[in-house]
């Protein structure tokens, strides 16, 4: 599936993109999850800190 949704991203003439994958913990259970999200190349450290 990587290969495929790496494909689709480099289309010529779109916009840079990322996959911003963040480690998130659990308040419950104390164990983390991993929350994947693809954004725009501009929008990396906004995605980040919020």
Same mark, same amino acid.
């Given at each position: 599936?990587?290969k +495929?949704? !790496?494909?689709?991203l +480099?289309?010529?003439?779109?916009k840079?993109?990322?996959? !911003?994958i963040?480690?998130? +913990?659990?308040? &419950? $259970?104390?164990?983390? $999850?991993? &929350?994947?999200?693809? !954004?725009?190349? *501009?929008? !990396?450290? *906004? $995605?980040? &800190?919020?």
């Amino acid at each position: 599936m990587a290969k +495929k949704v !790496v494909a689709t991203l +480099k289309k010529e003439g779109g916009k840079a993109y990322a996959k !911003v994958i963040r480690a998130v +913990k659990s308040p &419950k $259970t104390g164990s983390y $999850t991993f &929350k994947e999200e693809i !954004v725009a190349l *501009d929008a !990396v450290q *906004d $995605t980040l &800190k919020g």
